[in-house]
């Protein structure tokens, strides 16, 4: 890895980052080393996101971190530059993670990423995850800046277990996404959408998630 620009973390992202990745604080600050160098040599993130590549990026999508189930399958669509799904591989070594990103370069930048942190908990699937949907089933299933919801629902939902859920990351724009979801989450017999914001207490900008739940298969 070249010489990393990477900012300091300010206190209260400091306090932030050891609440949520723990002891492998260090292999978040890695991968914020890479996202801050090759990251943006690969065009996946423009140079303007250094400065706040902890607060708006890495932080924003550990947040999920303490929603996902001990030990569980979690697959993260349209991973691009390993948001969210590497900064939770990082923060939950317990769970396993599997990356579903269509473009080589983006694959190779992560696999990449992957060897060197050493993440053994972590895949990466090339592929759309329309294309793959016979070989992950997930506990959950979490997307960032992929689509509108009314597209990513049907892409991430066939990916659920019976029980699983949708934590998607979205913006302000989440209730009135949510609004025009409504079809979609109806027939993938998904529970209706709640907009949550996670991390209040530590961040300084919380998480916007829209979280679905899948309704059971009665056994009438
Ligand atoms: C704007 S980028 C966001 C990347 C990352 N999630 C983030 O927040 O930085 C959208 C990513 O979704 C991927 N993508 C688009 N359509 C997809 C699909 N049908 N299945 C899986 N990934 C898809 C793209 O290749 C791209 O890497």
Known sequence: MSETPAPELTAQ???????????????????????????????LLGPREVPRMWSRHVLNCAALAPE??????????GSGAGLPGLALAIARPDVRMTLIEPMERRVDWLSAVVADLGLDNADVIRGRAEEVT????????????????????????????????????????AADEIDTAVKAVRRFKLQ??????????????????VRIRRTPVSAD
């Open 13 to 43: 992202e400091r306090t932030a980052a050891e609440q949520l990745f723990g002891d492998r604080l260090p292999l978040a600050e890695r991968f914020v080393g890479h996202l801050c160098t090759t990251g943006i040599d690969h065009g």
């Open 68 to 77: 996902l189930p001990e030990g569980g399958d979690v697959a993260d669509v």
């Open 134 to 173: 016979d070989e992950v089933m997930a506990d959950v299933v979490t997307a960032r800046a992929v689509s509108s919801l009314k597209k990513l629902v049907p892409l991430t939902a066939p990916l659920l277990a019976d029980d699983g859920q949708l934590l998607l990351i979205k913006g302000r724009s």
């Open 192 to 209: 209706p959408p709640a907009v949550e914001l996670l991390g209040e207490t530590i961040l300084e900008e919380p998480t916007t998630v």
